[in-house]
């Protein structure tokens, strides 16, 4: 699934959820599996907010893909769950691929001397798996 828009000045989920979606995904990321009024008590210890505001924003991340919906039970005893469609580690890595195959798309040669560019702020682990993937592309290259 592909987020449609993204917050340039927010950092983290907040680039590709509003707040409350945020806290509401990084809650079903952390406990795998809730009811709206399990999030919603959870979410409410750190910050006051309504029953419906929850339900609301559960419901539209259901519908956009972010989370399953799951019942069991009848009547009375029904219960719906919700669910993370992925785990957090994936979400990031499908929305970051997004991102930047979109912008090497659109402005290709900018983007990649950005990239360079930020090299001497970059963990010294990345940089040398982007070494070994550069040799392999020469590599691969002559053939």
Same mark, same amino acid.
């Given at each position: 699934?592909?987020?449609?828009?993204?917050?340039?000045?927010?950092?983290?989920?907040?680039?590709?959820?509003?707040?409350?979606?945020?806290?509401?995904?990084?809650?079903?990321?952390?406990?795998?599996?809730?009811?709206?009024?399990?999030a919603h008590e959870l979410i409410r210890v750190e910050q006051p907010i309504s029953f419906?505001?929850?339900?609301?924003?559960?419901?539209?991340?259901?519908?956009?893909?972010?989370?399953?919906?799951?019942?069991?039970?009848?009547?009375?005893?029904?219960?719906?769950?919700?669910?993370?469609?992925?785990?957090?580690?994936?979400?990031?890595m499908e929305q970051t691929k997004y991102v930047t195959d979109g912008l090497l798309d /659109?402005?290709?040669?900018?983007?990649?001397?950005?990239?360079?560019?930020?090299? /001497?702020?970059?963990?010294?682990?990345?940089?040398?798996?982007?070494?070994?993937?550069?040799?392999?592309?020469?590599?691969?290259?002559?053939?």
């Amino acid at each position: 699934m592909r987020i449609n828009r993204l917050n340039l000045n927010e950092e983290g989920l907040l680039r590709f959820f509003g707040s409350l979606e945020a806290k509401i995904m990084n809650t079903m990321w952390e406990k795998e599996k809730l009811t709206i009024k399990q999030a919603h008590e959870l979410i409410r210890v750190e910050q006051p907010i309504s029953f419906n505001a929850v339900m609301t924003v559960m419901i539209r991340l259901s519908e956009k893909g972010h989370l399953r919906k799951e019942t069991s039970g009848g009547g009375r005893s029904r219960l719906t769950f919700f669910y993370p469609v992925q785990s957090r580690e994936l979400f990031i890595m499908e929305q970051t691929k997004y991102v930047t195959d979109g912008l090497l798309d /659109d402005f290709g040669s900018l983007v990649a001397n950005h990239f360079i560019d930020r090299l /001497d702020k970059a963990d010294p682990e990345w940089i040398e798996k982007l070494q070994q993937r550069l040799d392999e592309l020469k590599r691969n290259e002559g053939n």
